[in-house]
């Protein structure tokens, strides 16, 4: 019974790059939440989506940052124009529909801009 | 909007018992999470106190006061393996589905 699996692990770019982090949720699970965590800080939320709805992108960037969660396939978070305050852990996690069900989070993805 | 308070670090001595609060005020109040996160992996979820009281789960425990806005996690029999960031997640009805986490507290156990 696969967790939520997220990839790549590490992702290495230069200012000015594009960068694509991939998070397929637990089976069963129709929500998804991507969280940026900068070292020895606490997880900041960033968006919150269903299939095929962004239902909060309260806690994301108006530029260069989108998130997407199609109807088949994993949820992409997508940074264009990377720069080096982009460096982060950008953690994935899912849920399942229902009021009282906590998020069961991915290993995240650490992204360094050179 | 929704704002919650922890302390930035603990430190405790292995065997020992160790709370770590957490208070928060919320516009809609549905339910409180705490998460364990070693350093560099991923949060896991450790309990969830939607009513008041105490919750018990083996050496941890999770107690809520709505009255009060305030929530403590209870850690018995430290272990060196407890040491790790302590997150506490407020949920609230007002976002569905949405959950907002304070900033953790870094508990270290000392032999």
């Known amino acids: 019974n696969a967790g939520v699996m997220q990839n790549p692990r590490h992702l290495v770019r230069r200012r000015g790059q594009e960068a694509r982090l991939r998070c397929s949720p637990m089976?069963?699970?129709?929500?998804v939440y991507w969280y940026r965590q900068l070292p020895e800080e606490g997880l900041k939320f960033m968006v919150y989506?269903?299939?095929?709805?962004?239902?909060?992108e309260s806690g994301m960037p108006k530029e260069r940052f989108s998130a997407e969660f199609p109807k088949e396939g994993p949820s992409i978070l997508r940074i264009q124009q990377v720069v080096r305050g982009d460096s982060a852990a950008y953690f994935c996690a899912s849920s399942p529909a229902g009021e009282h069900q906590p998020q069961h989070f991915g290993d995240g993805t650490r992204l360094s801009i050179l | 909007g929704q704002n919650i308070d922890q302390p930035t670090e603990m430190t405790a001595t292995e065997g020992a018992i160790v709370q770590i609060n957490c208070t928060y005020q919320t516009s809609g109040f549905n339910g409180l999470f705490w998460y364990q996160q070693h350093a560099g992996e991923a949060p896991t979820f450790l309990s969830y106190?939607?009513?008041?009281g105490l919750e018990e789960k083996g050496r941890f425990s999770s107690f809520l006061s709505r009255s009060k806005g305030y929530s403590y996690l209870l850690l018995k029999e430290l272990q060196m393996k407890d040491s790790a960031s302590y997150l506490c997640a407020v949920k609230d009805n007002t976002n569905a589905g949405k959950s907002t986490f304070g900033d953790g507290t870094t508990l270290t156990v000392k032999p």
């Open positions: 989506l269903q299939k095929e709805n962004i239902i909060d």
């Open positions: 089976k069963g699970h129709s929500h």
């Open positions: 106190n939607v009513l008041d």
